[in-house]
């Protein structure tokens, strides 16, 4: 099966593994098919073929890589209707972001406003 043929409802996108990992068993638990990545690329590539219902992504990812936002922006010229939730650890960084991507929320993100703002998004 190709990948654009795998249901997904999240393409997630965080480069602390544990935390990833914790996002990805969170979404699962609660019947979300996930595709999780360390960096843009495969979330790009993903979302390109249509595939994925909403975009969970950190903001700040590892040094040398394209941040989150640059991600979203990215998707938003292919796909303008994908809901975006980003999340960030540096409340700083709320200020600076175009809230019209979507909603921002602070790490460490407590699991049930993630999913509150998960089923809001794909609710709109």
């Not at 990545?37 to 700040?60: H, M, N, P």
């Not at 989150?68 to 999340?87: D, E, F, H, Q």
């Not at 650890?89 to 998960?118: F, H, M, N, Q, T």
Request: glycine fraction near 8%; aromatic fraction near 4%; hydrophobic fraction near 50%.
């Amino acid at each position: 099966m190709a990948a654009s043929e795998v249901p997904t409802d999240v393409i997630l996108v965080e480069d602390d593994e544990a935390t990833r990992l914790a996002y990805a068993r969170l979404l699962e638990a609660h019947g979300y098919a996930v595709a999780a990545f360390d960096s843009i690329g495969g979330a790009l590539d993903l979302a390109k073929t249509g595939c994925g219902k909403l975009l969970l992504t950190d903001v700040r990812l590892r040094a040398g890589e394209a941040h989150g936002v640059t991600l979203a922006l990215m998707i938003r010229l292919s796909r303008p209707k994908l809901p975006i939730i980003l999340m960030t650890a540096y409340p700083e960084l709320r200020e600076l972001i175009d809230s019209r991507l979507g909603p921002i929320l602070i790490k460490p993100v407590d699991p049930d406003a993630l999913l509150g703002a998960i089923k809001t998004a794909l609710d709109m």
